[in-house]
């Protein structure tokens, strides 16, 4: 089945530095991947979609200044969280939809702490 | 994309049946019904998915009710492992970017007791 790994898996960072966490689709091409922010017992919130080759589009309420999103290639999409707060700390996921269209595939997800 | 509502938690015991419901009342003729589960500290995965008739795979069962307004995913015989948040999704399934959007509600929180 079509697989998304996220690296890393769990990062510790001080507060004003940047993080960079990778979403990669191991055996597939996704033209659009989404990314997730989950805080503890809460439900998935939906941050930006990723367009290969194209600019994320944000919901409302997202900094696109803040979360920075790159799409370079049909494998690989990154978020930055820049100048990190303790308030950035929470559960990022990210998923990958195939290059036909269909089931959403969702990467194991990486825990920020930022301290 | 129409709303869901689903119970915030349920119970099952260790090999019996897990009906979980879904309302959604307002879905539209182009959604269709899509079910995800999330085990703690872990990303959704996806489990089934249908726009009128019944669906059955390797994992589960999905009926939706003629009118459309709600279906319940079966678990057939829940083990433990099963314990787990579990999300009722609408979606339109045209192609597109956007368009593959998902929106999680609550979810119900599925205990499976041994």
């Known amino acids: 089945g079509a697989v998304v790994s996220q690296h890393p898996s769990w990062v510790i960072c001080k507060s004003g530095t940047s993080v960079k966490i990778e979403c990669r689709s191991l055996d597939f091409q996704a033209t659009t991947m989404f990314w997730y922010r989950q805080f503890p017992k809460q439900s998935l919130m939906l941050m930006a979609t990723?367009?290969?080759?194209?600019?994320?589009?944000?919901e409302q309420g997202v900094e696109k200044d803040k979360f920075l999103i790159n799409h370079a290639s049909l494998t690989l999409s990154t978020l930055t969280v820049t100048s990190a707060h303790p308030e950035d700390s929470s559960f990022y996921i990210c998923s990958a939809v195939t290059a036909g269209g269909g089931e959403q595939y969702f990467g194991p997800g990486t825990r920020l702490t930022v301290t | 994309d129409a709303k869901t509502t689903q119970p915030t938690s349920m119970d099952c015991a260790e090999g019996r049946a897990a009906n979980l419901p879904c309302n959604h009342s307002?879905?539209?003729?182009?959604?269709?019904v899509y079910w995800y589960r999330q085990i703690h500290s872990q990303g959704p995965q996806y489990i089934i998915h249908g726009l009128k008739n019944n669906e059955t795979n390797e994992m589960a069962s999905l009926i939706i009710t003629e009118d459309r307004k709600s279906s319940t995913l079966i678990l057939p015989h829940a083990t433990l492992r099963d314990t787990a948040v579990y999300y009722c999704?609408?979606?339109?399934?045209?192609?597109?970017?956007?368009?593959?959007?998902?929106?999680f509600g609550k979810g119900t929180l599925l205990t499976v007791n041994p």
């Open positions: 307002t879905i539209s003729g182009n959604e269709y």
């Open positions: 990723s367009n290969e080759g194209s600019k994320a589009t944000y």
């Open positions: 999704i609408v979606r339109v399934d045209e192609s597109g970017g956007s368009n593959y959007k998902l929106t």
